[in-house]
């Protein structure tokens, strides 16, 4: 299947500061990318949709001033947490489709420990 | 919207019986159910799909059943293996452009061996 790379894997970061999380697509054009949120034993919370090119789209009760969402290039987007705190600590992943259909492939997924 | 149901969401069995996962979806024009599989501390992977067009996809110990009158899917996995303990996700999307799939809440199966 198609690659979906995500770095950092784990990242600390110190409350107040921001800290970016980058997802490729490796091997195809990624027209559109998600981001998700996951809670330890629960599902997959999506955050936002953002199409190559254009501003992302987030969900409802997302603050998009809080979660940057840049979506520059086919194969690359980024989430970028501002002015992070404690409670953002979470398990954040990305995922990203266009190679045939409706198929979404999945990163790895980026642990972001705030203190 | 789409609402995706999910069950159960713990799921218990002994190594070599088999396993199976329903899903249920409220979307008729939904036309795209994938099943990924999620291990702890990754992301999903795909484990198998299957379209609107046919009622059933096997790949080697996995199997996915669709029923579009009545609007579920199911997942089955023969022969389980201590390796197949994971969570596994359905998800139901529509054609089109904006594909934004919507997921059941997973299933947390756990094979004993």
């Known amino acids: 299947g198609a690659v979906v790379s995500q770095h950092p894997s784990r990242v600390i970061c110190k409350s107040g500061t921001s800290v970016k999380i980058e997802c490729r697509s490796l091997?195809?054009?990624?027209?559109?990318m998600f981001w998700y949120r996951q809670f330890p034993k629960k599902s997959l919370m999506l955050m936002a949709t953002?199409?190559?090119?254009?501003?992302?789209?987030?969900e409802q009760g997302v603050e998009k001033d809080k979660f940057l969402i840049n979506h520059a290039s086919l194969t690359l987007s980024t989430l970028t947490v501002t002015s992070a705190h404690p409670e953002d600590s979470s398990f954040y992943i990305c995922?990203?489709?266009?190679?045939?259909?409706?198929?979404?492939?999945f990163g790895e997924g980026s642990w972001l420990t705030v203190v | 919207g789409e609402n995706v149901e999910q069950h159960p969401s713990t799921l218990s069995v002994q190594e070599g019986d088999s396993a199976v996962i329903k899903c249920t979806y409220s979307?008729?024009?939904?036309?795209?159910f994938p099943w990924y599989k999620q291990e702890l501390g990754k992301g999903p992977q795909l484990i198998i799909d299957?379209?609107?067009?046919?009622g059933e996809k096997k790949d080697q110990r996995i199997a996915v059943t669709l029923n579009k009158t009545a609007k579920h899917f199911s997942l089955h996995i023969t022969e389980t293996q201590p390796e197949d303990s994971a969570v596994y996700f359905c998800?139901?999307?529509?054609?089109?452009?904006?594909?934004?799939?919507?997921f059941g809440r997973g299933t947390s199966l756990i094979v004993h061996p």
């Open positions: 998800a139901a999307s529509r054609p089109g452009g904006s594909y934004i799939p919507t």
């Open positions: 979307d008729s024009a939904s036309n795209y």
């Open positions: 953002s199409n190559e090119g254009s501003k992302a789209t987030y």
């Open positions: 299957i379209r609107s067009n046919v």
């Open positions: 091997d195809f054009q990624a027209t559109t």
């Open positions: 995922s990203a489709g266009g190679i045939s259909g409706n198929t979404i492939y």
